[in-house]
């Protein structure tokens, strides 16, 4: 369910969460494919959902959430 959310979210209209997911598709791919090892990938993940970086640009706090879950659920599962 969570990449399917990613997947959602980064055909957002808004770019900020866009953005994000898109890269967290990226990210999550690329760990699968062997090229990052497990503690660069959940640093990675980590980074895309700091919350003063995120607070600053976010203006659909449903969305926000959405996304914030949405990583740690892929994070977790990979």
Known sequence: MS????HWIA???????A???AMVIAIT?????G???RSEYL?????LVRMDQ???EADDIELKTMLVSAVYA???VV
């Open 11 to 17: 055909g957002s209209d808004k770019g900020w969460a």
């Open 19 to 21: 953005t994000r997911a």
């Open 29 to 33: 791919e690329q760990f699968q494919g």
């Open 43 to 47: 640093e990675m993940m980590q980074d």
């Open 54 to 56: 995120l607070d600053a």
């Open 35 to 37: 090229g990052l090892d």
């Open 3 to 6: 990449m399917e959310q990613l």
């Open 74 to 76: 892929v994070a977790q």
